[in-house]
């Protein structure tokens, strides 16, 4: 009885989840621009997108940025995280306050202020900037997610390895940081789905040399959203699919995969 | 695991120490273009490329004003821009375009005389027009049975709940004016506060204030009517669904004329090869492309004849070829300067209360 | 190990040039007037803020905090379950539900936005689904409800993770222990697993409450701009009406009302604080 109510849970949660993209796998396959009506099954919109230049730019550069800014704000997010774990008081309030401060903030007041700022200093706006601004937002993000794992850590496990003989360096690297595991891949995960997003914050910091996907597509919305759009959302999510199961299917002894 | 993350990195490294090392060393012309998304047919820009030798780095946005914040702040430069007709007034007033060299635009001789000289830009230096239209109602046909020639019928209370109003405050605001007979470019505060009270009052009957979903929204038969421009209508038209129950009327009293135009930004880097390119975009084989791709109406007069004996039933529809009485009738948005503030206050008025 | 803390050093210098000094920009944007592009020939001016104290603006901050707070309830009360679930299946499935949580958050967000108006418009899938099925049309879109939904579909993994990652770890001996000491899976869940997931669930709260008050695509599409939000209306200001000196004003006003709301959670949140105090001596 149990299960089939934790089933039928779940099958609804998946549902709700996944209905936005089923329509946009559906619509990949219309002929029609609108989204109003169903014109005729059609393939074209797959094959314009592989001749599209502009789109394949875009999602060079949109994967490109959020590996990278995954990659950093992981890292550095999970040593501030630790960091932050060991203050005390009140500067460990303000601390986790102006962290908080790009969740809370508009991506529109995030993007402007951040503009004004590479502008003043005399940077040019192109990749590098865009990238410092995909980091900034991800960052808090990281550090939210690795510190609730950290105030589970056992405290005492960290002062044993001490009392051992190790050092607070290798303390960190074989104690600390497999215990909090989850807690990073978690961010990182955060973190990557919030850079692939991003559409305020990247168009007024990229200047004109880089785009990325949201941005082509937020451009669009005048004219209507190209299908081919909706392709390369279908053709991505179905390599994200397929990567999982073999992944999946490599880990087969039931060991956890990283979480 | 780590091994996987390990090359990942290394690849990442790679790649990004290989775009900017590529970027040195490179002498090739390269023309930042900015246009709005999906307002040009992508094959023109290779072919440009290839014609030229001059390489073309194009960019893209949402709106006038996303646009406008990112000239204005700085830290990039573009050399051709889409804006349209009153950022163009307000570009020019704030000195942000440099004056184009007609000798080396000869292809406007093909521009409809009608449409040079206009109100946004009154001794044509600095634009060259891109596309045109007008802004009407766009309506289900078998939703409404009275005839859509009025902005009356937007405070129709018999379609309650069915109306959909842009969320642009020229256009409500626009409308709402030109329907108490006043001018969409009014300064009169009298004027302008008796045209917010009607959008106050037609409130009630707005099922949502919507942008470019509103084509959308009433091709699916969410809503029976909605304020939108020729260029929806258009788009319903040449799509591949059947769309024929969809009709796009134009008031009588008069409505508004838009233009999206091209010019050239202060900060531009490359002015003779940014007047090759709009010359490009003015050439009757280009522009009849052009037109063909994204369906609006062309100023080129070349293209428009071709057009119109390819054809003719095109210019059969308002939205494509207005009537010239609806011409006279119209107003182009002109610049507003320090007014702007006040309708934008009157129109944030409407949408918070 | 409480030398540990020299870790947050770096990060601390970062966080103070690219979020402190942006702040004081949006700050000094705030209490003058003037070109925006002129820093140097801004004025002191406090109109901004005395226009924000106006009723119509304070009620649509009101309202955001308001539909910020029901999706964040929401949230937590459809996510905490959902973590529960999945902290309690094979470690081979484990992971795979978590990434299948999270993958439909890397479309698009207008595009899901969009998917989700075809589905809930008046003459949507859903309604065309319940017509079919001889069920009364629902008119939830545009309205609060559509955006109430939206604003759940957009946060609920960002809620689902945390709780999940603190409560795939809980020491199955503690849990044990309770039973054994005859507790019913009712106590040990109130008793025993719920206090000690509090750190997960209060970053899940950080993580949806916080953008859920300065969202507004959501508002705009699925609410059709009949409920407008505060992030509406600072987008608005900074983009359509170039009036930064108001749209920071708000901006101020939304996060000093935040903060105050996080330093209230942070009261009730007394674990935190207890084992801070408690470990003073490390």
């Known amino acids: 009885m149990k299960k089939a109510v934790v089933r039928i849970y779940m099958g609804l949660i998946f549902l709700f989840l996944y209905a936005p993209i089923i329509t946009l796998i559906v619509f990949s396959f219309n002929k029609s621009k609108s989204r109003g009506q169903w014109g005729g099954f059609t393939l074209d919109w797959y094959a314009e997108l592989f001749k599209d230049r502009l789109i394949t730019e875009a999602l060079y550069y949109t994967i490109l940025v959020a590996v990278l800014a995954t990659l950093i704000s992981t890292i550095v997010g999970t040593i501030a995280a630790i960091g932050i774990h060991y203050m005390r008081g009140f500067s460990k309030n303000l601390i986790l306050n102006i962290n908080n401060l790009p969740v809370l903030n508009p991506d529109i007041v995030t993007g402007v202020a951040l503009m004004t700022l590479f502008i003043s200093a005399g940077m040019k706006l192109g990749f590098v900037t865009m990238l410092i601004a995909h980091v900034l937002f991800c960052i808090p993000y990281v550090i939210l997610a690795v510190l609730p794992k950290l105030r589970q850590l056992n405290r005492h496990i960290a002062e044993a390895a001490l009392d051992l003989g190790a050092t607070p360096g290798y303390a960190l690297r ?14 990182a995960l955060m973190a990557f789905t919030l850079s692939i997003d991003d559409f305020v914050i990247s168009f007024f910091t990229a200047g004109n040399e880089v785009s990325n996907l949201s ?31 073999i992944i999946n299917k490599k880990s087969e002894k039931g060991e956890e995969l990283l979480l | 695991m780590k091994k ?69 702040a700085g830290g990039s430069s573009y050399d051709v821009v889409f804006p349209s007709d009153y950022t163009v007034a307000e570009m020019i007033r704030k000195d942000m375009l440099l004056p184009l060299d007609f000798e080396n635009i000869p292809n406007f001789k093909y521009v409809d005389e009608r449409l040079k000289n206009l109100e946004y830009d009154p001794e044509n230096k600095y634009s060259v027009p891109y596309f045109w239209g007008t802004i009407g109602i766009l309506y289900n046909k078998d939703m409404v049975d009275d005839p859509v020639d009025t902005w009356e019928i937007l405070w129709n209370p018999k379609y309650a709940g069915q109306i959909l109003m842009k969320k642009d405050v020229r256009d409500a605001m626009g409308a709402s004016l030109k329907r108490l007979g006043y001018s969409m470019n009014t300064t009169n505060y009298e004027e302008l506060k008796q045209a ?17 979903e509103i084509k959308d929204l009433i091709a699916n038969g969410d809503a029976a009517m909605g304020l939108t421009y020729s260029g929806d209508f258009m788009d319903l038209y040449w799509d591949e669904g059947d769309f024929s129950h969809i009709g796009f009327g134009i008031p009588k009293e008069g409505t508004n004329l838009w233009f999206d135009c091209v010019v050239i930004p202060k900060g531009c880097k490359h002015k003779k090869e940014a007047e090759m390119f709009i010359n490009f975009l003015l050439d009757p084989e280009t522009s009849y492309k052009n037109c063909i791709t994204i369906g609006y109406t062309s100023p080129n007069v070349e293209t428009l004849n071709r057009i119109r004996q390819e054809q003719p039933e095109v210019f059969e529809l308002p939205a494509f070829w207005p009537d010239d009485s609806i011409l006279e009738n119209s107003d182009v948005y002109g610049d507003l300067g320090e007014y702007k503030s006040i309708y934008n206050q009157l129109w944030t008025e409407v949408l918070v209360d | 190990m409480r030398k540990m803390k020299i870790l947050a050093y770096p990060y601390s210098v970062w966080m103070l040039i690219f979020i402190v000094v942006p702040l004081f920009l949006v700050l000094l944007y705030s209490f003058t007037e003037g070109d925006i592009h ?32 029901i999706s964040t309830f929401c949230c937590l009360v459809l996510g905490y379950p959902v973590a529960m679930i999945v902290a ?13 949580l999270i993958v439909p958050m890397w479309m698009n967000f207008l595009l899901r936005t969009y998917a989700w108006m075809s589905i809930l418009s008046p003459n949507g899938f859903l309604n065309r689904v319940m017509e079919l099925l001889g069920l009364p049309r629902l008119e939830i879109m545009p309205g609060k409800t559509a955006v109430l939904l939206g604003m759940i579909y957009n946060f609920l993994p960002f809620m689902i993770l945390p709780i999940y990652t603190v409560l795939s770890k809980i020491d199955k001996s503690v849990i044990e222990a309770a039973n054994d000491l005859g507790a019913s899976k009712f106590k040990t869940f109130m008793r025993v697993i719920l206090p000690l997931s509090i750190p997960g669930v209060v970053s899940g709260i950080t993580m949806v409450f916080l953008p859920a008050v300065s969202t507004f695509v959501i508002s ?62 490390m």
């Open chain 1, 174 to 187: 074989k104690v600390i940081l497999p215990e909090i595991r989850p807690g990073i891949v978690s961010g």
């Open chain 3, 88 to 100: 309690k299946a094979s470690p081979k499935v484990r992971g795979m539900l978590v990434m299948f």
């Open chain 2, 196 to 212: 917010q009270q009607a959008l106050l009052e037609q409130k009630k009957l707005v099922a949502g204030y919507y942008g470019d």
């Open chain 2, 4 to 72: 996987i993350l390990a090359s990942v990195l290394v690849a990442a490294i790679l790649i990004t120490m290989a775009i900017t090392l590529s970027g040195c060393g490179e002498e090739q012309v390269v023309l930042n273009v900015f246009n709005w998304g999906e307002y040009i047919d992508e094959s023109l820009l290779d072919e440009f490329e290839k014609q030229t030798g001059i390489k073309i780095n194009y960019k893209t946005y949402d709106t006038n004003e996303t646009m406008l914040a990112k000239l204005e």
């Open chain 3, 220 to 281: 705009g599409l699925l609410g059709g701009g009949k409920t407008p939000l505060i992030g509406d209306l600072i987008e608005q200001q900074f983009m359509w009406e170039g009036n930064w000196h108001f749209g920071s004003s708000l901006s101020i006003i939304l996060m000093v009302m935040i903060l105050i709301s996080m330093a209230i959670m942070s009261r009730l949140d007394k674990n935190g604080q207890d084992e801070d105090k408690k470990s003073v001596k």
């Open chain 1, 215 to 245: 941005i082509m597509i937020y451009s669009m919305a005048k004219r209507g959203v190209k299908p081919s759009i909706n392709a390369l959302s279908t053709l991505m999510f179905i390599t994200v699919v397929i990567l999982l199961l």
């Open chain 3, 38 to 69: 002129n820093l140097a020939e801004l004025r002191f001016s406090t109109k901004s803020y005395e226009r924000v104290m106006e009723p119509i603006y304070l009620k649509v901050i009101m309202n955001s905090f308001v539909l910020a707070a």
